[in-house]
């Protein structure tokens, strides 16, 4: 017959796992929520994870400058998908819009709406000029900065693709396989 204790530590050790992974998805679970509020919030967040996450795919598909029709494919679809994810963009992919749009003396500001309803939450965000006194004198479009986004990706993904590019031929292969036949 086995010993009583066994068993209880065999149940003990059964539920630590259960709360162990319970755990790691609620950890994953916060760090999803950490993410998209800062995203929504705060400036810079989704430009840099887009980046990121650009680099990634880049690098693990082996993607450079050598395969230019792979390059200018991921370049686009990370453009149109930061088109809707970082709409609100950051104080240096802003900058370009206050140059070109804001009436003198003014600059560009970026407020969030967050609305509520029907069991969702939508944002959207509102791009206005503001004077030196804080005074709401002009407001952009979104249907000027949407596409103005994409076309701002698409420059960036560019350029930033050459430093990539250098990086992976340079430091992307392994040393223990041969080098790749040409």
């Not at 790691?24 to 919030?41: E, K, M, P, Q």
């Not at 230019?68 to 992919?93: E, K, Q, W």
């Amino acid at each position: 017959m086995k010993n009583p204790r066994s068993n209880f530590l065999a149940v003990l050790s059964i539920f630590a796992i259960a709360a162990a992974v319970i755990g790691g998805f609620c950890l994953i679970g916060l760090a999803f929520y950490l993410f998209f509020n800062g995203a929504v919030f705060i400036d810079g967040v989704a430009s840099a994870a887009l980046l990121l996450v650009f680099a990634a795919i880049a690098w693990k598909a082996r993607i450079t400058w050598a395969k230019p029709v792979a390059a200018a494919v991921l370049i686009a679809i990370t453009a149109y998908v930061g088109m809707f994810l970082d709409a609100r963009g950051n104080p240096a992919y802003n900058k370009p819009l206050e140059w070109l749009f804001a009436p003198a003396g003014t600059q560009l500001q970026t407020r969030e709406i967050v609305t509520h309803g029907g069991g969702s939450t939508g944002v959207n965000y509102d791009f206005h000029f503001v004077d030196a006194s804080g005074q709401r004198l002009d407001e952009l479009s979104s249907w000027v900065v949407v596409p103005f986004r994409v076309l701002e990706y698409l420059l960036i993904l560019t350029a930033f693709m050459w430093p990539l590019s250098w990086l992976r031929d340079r430091f992307g292969r392994s040393q223990w396989l041969p080098p790749p036949s040409r």
